[in-house]
């Protein structure tokens, strides 16, 4: 079964930084991958799919890259309400496996 | 609008059994794989189960393979979870979610609010 590693599993940044979260995947899933944004006692909301796409609504400075085995999730200007946890998810077939998510503070 | 309810929740002792459901509405429900996803407390979220819209493909997480039954009832626009043989382990929020897909991409565009099963004697 493939995989989903995500990193780092917590990260605190101050407003305005630029944040990376990195998720990979032990064998290549082409652009098969989702980015969730979960806030506390919140349901998951997508926010990135096909790797890329950017949900309808989400804000621009979120953004994602990557193709096969390696993807990054990026917050172009931390604001203090993108404090929540964020997973990546492959979905190209089962199982679909979710990464162990990353929990983002505001330092 | 879309809407997915979970219910069946409750406290079971290990060993025991429970079925979950999600009543949806809003959307064409034949049309739509669904998953389950739980959450254990305090911890990520973890794929449980999937059904295709027609119900004829499932797939399972390993950790719940032989233990857990995915079904659906198009007719009642109604999911089914069947838990038997549960563990402590099993203790989350279990969450139906729709899947959507266009182009080949997918993602859950709906999530219900959750149903907390604890496992416990």
């Known amino acids: 079964d493939i995989q989903m590693t995500q990193s780092p599993s917590s990260l605190s940044a101050s407003v305005g930084d630029r944040v990376t979260i990195t998720c990979r995947a032990s064998?290549?899933?082409?652009?098969?991958l989702a980015w969730y944004q979960q806030k506390p006692g919140k349901v998951p909301k997508v926010l990135i799919y096909?790797?890329?796409t950017l949900q309808s609504g989400v804000p621009s400075r979120f953004s994602g890259s990557g193709s096969g085995t390696d993807f990054t999730l990026t917050i172009s200007s931390l604001q203090p309400e993108d404090v929540a946890t964020y997973y990546c998810?492959?979905?190209?077939?089962?199982?679909?496996?979710f990464g162990q998510g990353t929990k983002l503070e505001i330092k | 609008e879309v809407q997915l309810l979970e219910s069946g929740g409750g406290l079971v002792q290990p060993g025991g059994s429970l079925r979950l459901s999600c009543a949806a509405s809003g959307f064409t429900f034949s049309s739509y794989a669904i998953f389950w996803v739980r959450q254990a407390p305090g911890k990520g979220l973890e794929w449980v189960s999937t059904?295709?819209?027609?119900?004829?493909?499932?797939y399972y997480a390993d950790s719940v393979k032989g233990r857990f039954t995915i079904s659906r009832d198009n007719s009642k626009n109604t999911l089914y979870l069947q838990m038997n043989s549960l563990r402590a382990e099993d203790t989350a929020i279990y969450y139906c979610a729709k899947r959507y897909c266009t182009s080949g991409s997918c993602h859950f565009d709906y999530w219900g609010q959750g149903t907390l099963v604890t496992v416990s004697s």
């Open positions: 064998q290549g899933i082409s652009n098969y």
């Open positions: 059904i295709s819209g027609s119900g004829g493909n499932t």
């Open positions: 096909a790797a890329s």
């Open positions: 998810h492959k979905y190209n077939s089962a199982p679909y496996t």
